[in-house]
């Protein structure tokens, strides 16, 4: 079975400060993304990669950067937290083109910035 | 950009009842995928199709590609079905997913 496991289920972190959510997939997949869920949102693409070293800013990049050193590793990263990134942050990887092929989530991580 | 809308938002059953939930896109697609979501949990893939029926368990998905149009369908629906269910397809520009805004289900004893 395909995991998808994230840093942290919960985080509370202060205005200002740098945030670090990490994402680990064990299944050799080439795509890896990050989302934020926010109440009557839904779901929106923050940033996502589709090889090593490659980045792609989805459709709320601002305020955030990634980080994608090993394939199997996605790194979310809030250089100054601010409140209103206060929200659940999922991770997500599929093998390939996700037309084609099943996307794999993470358990979330709910961050709350005070 | 396709767009993608469920319906409807907030569904309501007694245990044993037959759910509907539909799901509506505008541009042509390669495939739609169901995802479920339990409360404070994370998502699950239920069903990849690009055509007809898929069958798992007491879930049933189908597709009609000419009219843009999937539902999900549950047999016999228990408390444990209580949970979010989001349609998603994919951009056909740039192979990112398009999510609904979801269908609250919440069934009853």
């Known amino acids: 079975d395909v995991k998808v496991t994230q840093s942290s289920r919960y985080l509370v972190k202060r205005t200002g400060e740098k945030v670090f959510l990490e994402c680990v997939q064990d299944?050799?997949?080439?795509?890896m993304f990050w989302y934020r869920q926010d109440p009557g949102l839904g779901l929106r693409l923050i940033y996502f990669s589709y090889d090593v070293k490659m980045k792609e800013k989805g459709d709320i990049p601002e305020g955030y950067s990634v980080s994608r050193e090993k394939k199997e590793r996605f790194s979310l990263i809030l250089e100054s937290a601010s409140t209103n990134q206060t929200s659940m942050y999922l991770c997500?990887?599929?093998?390939?083109?996700?037309?084609?092929?099943?996307?794999?989530f993470g358990p979330g991580t709910r961050l709350t910035v005070t | 950009k396709n767009e993608v809308e469920q319906s409807p938002q907030n569904l309501t059953a007694q245990e044993g009842e037959f759910i509907t939930i539909n799901c509506s896109y505008s541009v042509g697609i390669s495939a739609l995928h169901w995802l479920q979501q339990h409360p404070g949990g994370g998502i699950v893939s239920l069903f990849m199709l690009s055509s007809g029926k898929k069958k798992h368990g007491r879930l049933i998905a189908t597709i009609n590609i000419q009219e843009k149009h999937s539902s999900l369908h549950i047999t016999a629906s228990h408390p444990r079905d209580s949970a979010v269910y989001i349609c998603a397809v994919p951009d056909y520009n740039t192979d990112k997913l398009i999510f609904g805004t979801g269908t609250r289900l919440q069934v009853f004893p």
């Open positions: 299944m050799d997949h080439e795509n």
């Open positions: 997500a990887s599929s093998r390939s083109r996700v037309g084609s092929y099943e996307q794999y």
